[in-house]
């Protein structure tokens, strides 16, 4: 027989998780600390299985209760999505957006777009989130984003749908005064932080063409990084419209690889109408212009 769990009493174990103390999750989910306590003691009897270790003065959840918190955060936002689904049935298309992008896609491919969406649809509130591709998956399994414009993970996720929508080329660009020659002369690098997407990419790449891997400095932000290759701190990769674009850009640049930008929705939201007007945007080469061609998705790449 399944366990008769609440909603709420998955509400109470998550908040506990994304807060610093007790008195902040209560307050999160509009209960007391008594009540929040209550309710989880019942959610631990419920399942036959302790979830917190009491030996400190505030409990602290079990290593052993990840099962439980990753179901209770997809119940929550399954449960979010029916919300907002039923609720824009009601009143029509009118509703919310909430859009994951990484800065190349909002800055440089996707502005247009968006800036179009906006006037097209007035009544829609469209809530923009830039992150990097790995953040922005991990927000749309949870239910924090609705869409997630980012670089094609190499293992696709299972609770997702990708579409390619933009294929980028990235180059390798040195310090000034210093000629883009043989992979072996190249390095050290400045570069996107280890567990990106486009760093593996790179790293990738880079390790095919025996070029010398020393990293000396990571940022996410492609302006800090051409800004340390400008002052001779090392190498970078970066596409080529975020490097030779705006203040001092940088030249000389080699062409490295290509990394494959899609558009990523959950599998298990519920069908929302709002959500399907800005996907279909977002898959059009401008923006009130159909794609042509039937786009394919190369994970990694």
């Known amino acids: 027989m399944l366990p008769d769990l609440s909603i709420r009493q998955l509400e109470y174990l998550v908040a506990v998780d994304e807060t610093a103390t007790w008195a902040q999750a209560a307050a999160t989910v509009g209960v007391s600390a008594s009540a929040l306590s209550q309710g989880l003691a019942e959610l631990e009897r419920r399942l036959g299985v302790p979830l917190f270790d009491r030996e400190s003065r505030r409990r602290q959840l079990r290593p052993a209760a990840a099962p439980v918190l990753a179901h209770a955060r997809q119940v929550l936002g399954l449960t979010g999505d029916l919300a907002r689904w039923a609720d824009r049935v009601r009143r029509g298309v009118a509703g919310r957006v909430r859009l994951g992008m990484i800065d190349a896609a909002a800055v440089v491919h996707f502005p247009d777009h968006l800036q179009a969406f906006r006037a097209a649809h007035p009544e829609i509130e469209l809530l923009l989130r830039v992150a990097p591709s790995a953040t922005l998956f991990k927000l749309l399994a949870a239910g924090h984003v ?46 996107f932080p280890a567990g990106s997407h486009t760093r593996a990419l790179v790293v990738a790449e880079l390790r095919r063409l025996g070029a010398p891997l020393e990293v000396v400095a990571e940022s996410h932000q492609p302006e800090v990084l051409r800004e340390m290759v400008r002052l001779g701190a090392g190498w970078t990769v970066l596409p080529a419209a975020q ?3 705006g203040h001092r850009p940088l030249q000389g640049g080699r062409a490295l690889v290509t990394r494959q930008l899609v558009l990523a929705t959950r599998d298990s939201a519920a069908p929302d109408p709002a959500v399907a007007l800005l996907a279909t945007r977002l898959q059009q080469d401008r923006p009130g212009r159909p794609r042509r061609g ?5 994970p990694g790449v």
């Open 294 to 298: 039937r786009p394919g998705v190369r």
């Open 146 to 191: 609705d869409l997630v414009v980012g670089v094609a993970p190499p293992r696709p996720p299972s609770h997702c749908t990708m579409t390619a929508v933009r294929t980028e080329t990235l180059s390798v660009y040195g310090p000034p005064g210093r000629t883009v020659g043989r992979p072996a002369s190249w390095g050290p690098w400045v570069l």
């Open 243 to 245: 490097a030779e674009d």
